[in-house]
Nanobody, 115 residues
């Protein structure tokens, strides 16, 4: 079982930056791939970035070069550094842990980017 809690969301002007955290509990956190997703009003949830248990990363084209995902397994935490934010980045951001065919979601944190 993994429980996830996101934090770090807020409001920022276009061009600004925010850093999100996903804190996990449970012994399998360090073995799980952790992904960030986001969901804007009226839109489907979309994948943003992932980091494997060994630190391999992947990004959606829409955030490549602006967002950076990292993890600190000693603290059971994954980070999403978001730079050069755009109004279209406005969404609720969720983290997801994936391990052995099971997945767990956090409750999300709101990010609002104003123009």
């Amino acid at each position: 079982q993994v429980q996830l809690v996101e934090s770090g969301g807020g409001s920022v002007q276009a061009g600004g930056a925010l850093s999100l955290s996903c804190a996990g509990s449970g012994s399998i956190f360090s073995m799980a791939t952790i992904a960030w997703f986001r969901q804007a009003p009226g839109k489907q949830r979309e994948w943003v970035a992932s980091i494997s248990s060994l630190g391999g990363t992947a990004y959606a084209d829409s955030v490549k070069g602006r967002f950076s995902i990292s993890r600190d397994n000693a603290k059971n935490t994954v980070f999403l550094q978001m730079n050069t934010l755009k109004p279209e980045d406005t969404a609720v951001y969720y983290c997801k842990a994936i391990n052995r065919g099971l997945d767990y979601w956090g409750q999300g944190t709101q990010v609002t980017v104003s123009s």
